[in-house]
């Protein structure tokens, strides 16, 4: 692993250049895909507009999330899906919470670029809602339904947190749909001689789940992607493909960080991938941002 501390004050060149020898892939299976949370600040003003201009810049895959309307951007499952097939994309997944949002009431307010604090709509949550949650969702056409977070800071926590999954897991298998489970970086701290990643992925079923690496926060938490591939081969199915500044440790489109994303893609078939999703948190200028972000992907697997 990459020490942390090194990784935000001292990284000069990207990261992981030399993982694998392998060539990237010449022209990728999958299509270019967009976390529709990067646009969290400009989607809901005017949610067709936004995804016409977003197939316009070349994205082909969706994956939606909560927003600042209820729903799926305000809409039901069935009609967002035909929205997107109509502007000749796909939607092939949905992020959901893994328990209702924790607040601190002590922190500072979450503002937008205008400096205006961030709404978010209630969301419904795996804990609370699960079967709610999952017949939405298989009658809306997504393959995959993807928690977005679950508690890791104790083991009573991850154990929660396990049980949770499987039977999250077994839900999603019933009615078709597979399980995912996106990542932040306090799932790779040190919890007693493993970490609450391996634990998951120790204590879930294949079948069951597959694992939505956040290669940025895995990379920022000092994990080496290829190196985490190779130990759970065709565990990750999805990915977030995201870019980490390497001084102030925050996203960044797409070539403008430290991840070298070639080596990365090299290893999609030893990850098990068959979805990727570009994504950076509360960009200043979101379409600038996944424009960027498309010129390098472009750059690198075409």
């Known amino acids: 692993m990459i020490d942390r501390r090194r990784f935000l004050g001292a990284l000069a060149a990207p990261v992981f250049a030399g993982a694998l020898a392998a060539p990237v892939f010449a022209s990728p299976a999958q299509a270019f895909g967009l976390q529709l949370f990067t646009l969290f600040d400009v989607l809901d003003m005017d949610v067709q507009g936004t995804l016409r201009e977003v197939a316009r810049i070349g994205y082909r895959d969706l994956q939606s999330s909560y927003s600042k309307q209820a729903g799926i951007y305000g809409m039901k499952p069935r009609e967002f899906a035909a929205m997107v097939g109509e502007l000749g994309m796909a939607w092939s997944s949905h992020h959901v919470p893994g328990e209702p949002r924790r607040i601190d009431p002590n922190a500072k307010p979450f503002l937008d670029a205008s400096g205006r604090p961030r709404v978010f709509a209630k969301a419904l949550n795996l804990r609370d809602n699960l079967h709610e949650i999952v017949d939405a969702i298989a009658d809306g056409g997504p393959r995959y339904l993807v928690c977005a977070g679950v508690p890791t800071s104790t083991q009573a926590d991850v154990d929660a947190s396990i049980a949770l999954l ?29 970490t609450p990643y391996e634990m998951i992925l120790k204590h879930t079923r294949p079948e069951q789940l597959t694992m939505e690496l956040d290669i940025g926060w895995a990379v920022k938490a000092g994990v080496d992607p290829v190196a985490l591939f190779r130990r759970h081969p065709g565990r990750f199915g999805l990915w977030h493909v995201k870019d980490i500044d390497g001084q102030r440790g925050l996203p960044v489109p797409l070539g403008q960080g430290v991840i070298d994303y070639v080596p990365i893609f090299a290893a999609a078939g030893t990850a098990g991938m ?25 750059r690198i697997l075409t």
């Open 274 to 298: 068959h979805h990727y999703y570009v994504e950076h948190d509360f960009p200043a200028d979101p379409m600038a941002s996944i424009s960027t972000s498309m010129h390098y992907l472009k």
């Open 166 to 194: 499987n039977r999250a897991g077994e839900a999603c298998r019933k009615a078709g749909l597979m399980l995912s489970l996106h990542n932040h970086e306090a799932e790779f701290r040190p919890m007693g001689d493993s």
